[in-house]
């Protein structure tokens, strides 16, 4: 069997024993768009298993979004990764392919490589040295399964007849199944677009609004006005959207506020709807500040709330919810109504800082036209869709890594 190459440019190399060429037109069994992670993962296993694959991206190199993730580290997976920490109009749709691949699995293959990784906090595994080493391991897969890796190519149209058809601004190949896997709207600058979408609709196949997920929120008007002062402020909150609660860091921003706690609450976040923080989690802020009234009256309530809280926030929150008094002067009236500030503060966001920050696309190519076994589209044969393109959608930390390798290696299975 010969070895796939991997070019740096548009030119190409065979893999199992070659594409067949008819008329110009270059035969697969299996076509991937798109080499980030749920891409090289499925044309890996589809390699594998004898499959003559091409692997297509628009992009000059694979897996940008590998590269840049976890601060270059890349959060690979998270060792408590259950169903449940997944988004999706269908919430058991993720079940079946996380389970025939599991984090414990791509753990594995990480070890297999000799790549030295280290549990950050909450099960979230990064690299030591760094997310190349991911790509690198991926590549070196693809690789040794002869996936035929082509980057800088423009795909210009899908059809199919009998077989997928499939255009580039450097020729045109035909394969019996079509795996697409070019992510979704997050981050433009890097390449990301509505492409997986547009050929789904094309195909029929249903959409689930798309939407910015793991995003900054925006605030205006007076909360905006207490906020911005803050910027770079940071404390451990409880963020709740919806029935989500998030015990982890919030950041204060110029436009709002961010921060894991923030961003795993905004995908929870319903547009026009409230959000509440607990800004002391684990205590009882009413407690606490009728205590401290009794203990000591004449400090004043920034010096009693910067016990609790960063110097710049307790100032704030006393500025803007205290009439200017020492504690003893103070009603057990007011210290209550900012005690329940504290603990449920009740905030209505503007909105998101959109695309151009979001880690994530929430919505997608709805999960019902799809196989939760092998991501097969139902009606229509031979095509199938993975990764961040489907409606599912993990929290922070390894869980969309954790999807894109599932739902690859489920299609690489089938395709
Ligand atoms: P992905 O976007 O990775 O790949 C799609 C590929 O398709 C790209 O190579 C692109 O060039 C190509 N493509 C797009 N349109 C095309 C077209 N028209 N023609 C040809 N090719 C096309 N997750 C996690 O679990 N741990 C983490 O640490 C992080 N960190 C992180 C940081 C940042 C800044 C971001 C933006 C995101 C993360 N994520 C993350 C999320 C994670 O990166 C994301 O869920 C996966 O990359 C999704 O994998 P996919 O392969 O589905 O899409």
């Not at 190459?5 to 299996?30: A, L």
């Not at 404390?235 to 506020?257: D, K």
Request: aromatic residues 6%.
């Amino acid at each position: 069997r010969r070895r796939g190459r991997h070019p740096r440019g548009g030119g190409g190399w065979p893999g199992h024993g070659g594409p067949e060429r008819s008329r110009g037109v270059s035969d697969f069994d299996v076509v991937v768009l798109g080499a980030g992670a749920a891409g090289l993962f499925a044309a890996m296993r589809a390699g594998q298993r004898g499959r003559r694959v091409l692997l297509l991206d628009h992009a000059e190199e694979p897996g940008k979004k590998i590269l840049i993730s976890g601060g270059g580290r890349c959060n690979f997976t998270n060792t408590g990764c259950v169903p449940d920490r997944f988004i999706s109009a269908n919430r058991h749709f993720a079940r079946s392919a996380l389970a025939r691949f599991t984090q414990h699995d791509f753990i594995a293959l990480v070890r297999k490589h000799g790549i030295a990784f280290h549990e950050k906090t909450l099960g979230q595994l990064f690299c030591d040295g760094s997310a190349r080493q991911i790509v690198q391991m991926l590549l070196a897969e693809c690789e040794a399964a002869g996936v035929d890796l082509r980057l800088r190519h423009r795909v210009t149209d899908v059809a199919r007849a009998d077989r997928f058809t499939i255009a580039t601004d450097h020729g045109t190949f035909r394969a019996e199944s079509l795996v697409l896997a070019t992510g979704g709207l997050s981050i433009p600058k890097m390449g990301a677009t509505g492409f997986a979408h547009d050929v789904a609709r094309r195909f029929g196949l249903p959409i689930v609004t798309p939407a910015p997920g793991l995003v900054p929120l925006t605030f205006d008007g007076s909360a905006l006005d207490l906020m911005r002062p803050l910027a770079g402020v940071a404390l451990p909150v409880v963020a709740r959207a919806g029935r989500a609660a998030f015990p982890e860091a919030m950041l204060f921003t110029h436009r709002g506020l961010s921060g894991p706690a923030i961003l795993q609450a905004s995908s929870y976040w319903q547009p026009g709807g409230p959000m509440t923080i607990d800004l002391l989690p684990g205590q009882d802020a009413t407690t606490l500040l009728l205590s401290a009234k009794r203990a000591r009256p004449k400090a004043e309530p920034r010096t009693i709330l910067a016990d609790w809280l960063p110097q710049r926030l307790a100032q704030s929150m006393a500025a803007s919810h205290l009439p200017p008094r020492i504690m003893g002067e103070l009603g057990d009236a007011a210290l209550k109504a900012l005690g329940a500030l504290l603990r449920s503060w009740r905030l209505e966001p503007a909105g998101t800082e959109g695309y151009a920050k979001a880690e994530v696309t929430l919505g997608g190519i709805d999960t019902a036209a799809l196989s939760s076994k092998t991501m097969a589209a139902t009606a229509v044969p031979g095509l199938f869709v993975i990764g961040e393109a489907v409606d599912v959608t993990g929290w922070l930390g390894g869980y969309n890594f954790q999807w894109a390798w599932s739902s690859g290696w489920a299609a690489g299975e089938a395709a």
